[in-house]
C-alpha cells in the first residue's frame, strides 16, 4: 500500500426523514403514559433507545444534526 496516495472522504449521505431510526418494536418505544418529547416539547406515547420520550421524526432529526456537525468538525480539524 503505498502512503502517498490521499483517500476520498465518502460522500455525504442525504437524510430523508422517517428511515434513520428502526422503531417497529412497540413494546420498546411505546409507552402508554404520554410526555412531552425531549426535543419539540409536544405530548408523545413514543420513547427513544434511553427511554426518554421523544418522537421519531425529532430524533431522527436531532441525529442527522449531530452527524453533520461531527463531520463538519472533522472536515475543519482535518484542513489545519
Do not use: I
Not at 449531530?66 to 472536515?75: C, L, N
Request: with cysteine.
Amino acid at each position: 500500500m503505498s502512503g502517498g496516495r490521499r483517500r476520498r472522504a465518502p460522500p455525504k449521505p442525504e437524510y430523508v426523514p422517517g428511515t434513520l431510526l428502526d422503531w417497529r418494536d412497540a413494546s420498546v418505544h411505546w409507552s402508554n403514559r404520554e410526555l412531552p418529547c425531549r426535543y419539540c416539547g409536544f405530548p408523545t406515547h413514543l420513547r427513544d433507545s434511553r427511554m426518554k420520550p421523544a418522537h421519531k421524526v425529532c430524533a431522527e432529526d436531532a441525529l442527522a444534526t449531530q452527524a453533520a456537525e461531527a463531520a463538519d468538525a472533522y472536515h475543519q480539524n482535518g484542513q489545519q
